[in-house]
């Protein structure tokens, strides 16, 4: 069973600056099957990343994703108001299908 | 525009059931699998429950099995979850989310989600 890791918990950063999201296996997967989610309060998530580092449709460029093993980031290059949230990843292994990391909570100051 | 959204939520009596319905449109449903993802108050995403597009594979996470059953109608254009014998744990969130066709297993769009609460 893959577990997967998020830290920080919480990311108190200004508008403008960069924002680094870790989200670590314990076990190596592919990074194929690593997505990453975006979740304002009261909505469902949104599909920011997949295969690791593709944008969904529709998501801004200052979002990316990078990573491969047991290691994946979600970064956003200059936080803007709106990106106030909860980001997730997400990874499939054959054992236990999808698989959702804790959560980062990224706070605008 | 892609559309999925859920009913049937509500308040239950633990060992009670209950039956979701995810309705979907703006796609062709029969050709996309799906799952259930719940989210407990204040709490992460949890999945639940996979079907194939064609009904021929259904997974559960084990704190379901035995206990919820997820079924479709592609001519409906209905994803379901029937659950049984509910507990104070399964109050929660529960979107149901399109799965891509490239096979990389991302949820490309969810539900907004329906609210179980099971308490007496």
């Known amino acids: 069973e893959v577990v997967l890791t998020q830290s920080p918990g919480t990311l108190s950063l200004s508008a403008g600056e960069r924002a680094t999201l870790s989200c670590r296996a314990s076990?190596?997967?592919?990074?194929?099957?690593s997505a990453w989610y975006q979740q304002k309060p009261g909505q469902a998530p949104r599909l920011l990343i997949y295969?690791?580092?593709n944008r969904a449709t529709g998501i801004p460029d200052r979002f990316s994703g990078s990573g491969s093993g047991t290691d994946y980031t979600l970064t956003i290059s200059r936080l803007e108001p709106e990106d106030s949230a909860v980001y997730y990843c997400q990874q499939y292994d054959y054992s236990t299908r999808l698989t959702f990391g804790g959560g980062t909570k990224v706070e605008i100051k | 525009e892609v559309q999925l959204v859920e009913s049937g939520g509500g308040l239950v009596k633990p060992g009670g059931s209950l039956r979701l319905s995810c309705a979907a449109s703006?796609?062709?449903?029969?050709?996309?699998?799906m799952n259930w993802v719940r989210q407990a108050p204040g709490m992460g995403l949890e999945w639940v429950s996979f079907i194939s597009d064609t009904n021929n594979k259904i997974d559960y996470a084990d704190s379901v099995k035995g206990r919820f059953t997820i079924s479709r109608d592609n001519a409906k254009n209905s994803l379901y979850l029937q659950m049984n014998s509910l507990r104070a744990e399964d109050t929660a969130v529960y979107y149901c989310?399109?799965?891509?066709?490239?096979?990389?297993?991302?949820?490309?769009?969810w539900g907004q989600g329906t609210l179980v609460t099971v308490s007496s």
């Open positions: 989310a399109r799965e891509d066709t490239s096979g990389w297993f991302y949820q490309d769009n």
């Open positions: 703006g796609f062709t449903f029969s050709s996309y699998r």
């Open positions: 076990q190596s997967v592919s990074s194929s099957y």
């Open positions: 295969g690791a580092s």
